[in-house]
C-alpha cells in the first residue's frame, strides 16, 4: 500500500515537472502593446481609446459605441388569442398565427404586451410569446378597466355555503 502511495507521489511530481516555465525572451510587441496602455491610464484616457499613427508619437482616439435600435416584436409558437386587456376575461380581438410577427408596443407587468396587429392593438400573453428587439425601451401601460360583468352570484345551495361565480 506504501508503494502505490509514494509511486503516485512521484508520478504527480513528474507530471507537475513539465509545466515548469523555462528561460523564454519576452515578446517585444507585448511590451509596447503594455507601454500603450500604461501611457493611456496615466493621461487619463477612457478605456475605449485605440492608439493611431498621427501626431509624431502616437495620438489617443476615442472611440464612442453607438447604440443600435431594433424594432421590437413579438411571434408565437401556436395560435394565441389576443385580447382587449390582459386576462382571459377580456374581449378577444383576434388570434396571430404562428410565424406572424406584431410590433411590440407596450408592456403590462408582470407578463403582457401590447402589440399591435392588422386587427388592431390588444394584449398578448408573455406565456406564448417570444419577444425580440429592443423591447427594454418599451413603455409600461396600465390595464383597462374591467370589462362589466356584475358581482357574484348569489351563493348555491344550502344558503350557507361558500359558493361564488366571479366574471
Known sequence: ?????????????????????????????????????VQAVINDVTPLASPTA???QGSIEVVQ????????VASVGDVVN?????????ERVTQIQPGESVNIIGFFPPN???????????WLSGE?????GS???????????????????EPTWPKTGWTFYCY
Open 1 to 37: 500500500m506504501k508503494q502505490i502511495v509514494a509511486l503516485s507521489l512521484l508520478a504527480g511530481f513528474i507530471i507537475s515537472s513539465c509545466n515548469v516555465p523555462g528561460e523564454a525572451t519576452p515578446n517585444a510587441q507585448i511590451g509596447t502593446a503594455a507601454a500603450l496602455t
Open 54 to 56: 498621427e501626431g509624431g
Open 65 to 72: 459605441p453607438t447604440p443600435t435600435f431594433i424594432q421590437p
Open 82 to 90: 389576443c385580447r382587449s386587456g390582459p386576462g382571459k376575461n377580456y
Open 112 to 122: 403582457y404586451w401590447v402589440v399591435s396587429t392588422k386587427d388592431g392593438e390588444c
Open 128 to 132: 406564448f410569446a417570444t419577444p425580440v
Open 135 to 153: 423591447f427594454a425601451a418599451v413603455p409600461t401601460v396600465t390595464a383597462p378597466p374591467t370589462p362589466e360583468g356584475g358581482g357574484p352570484e
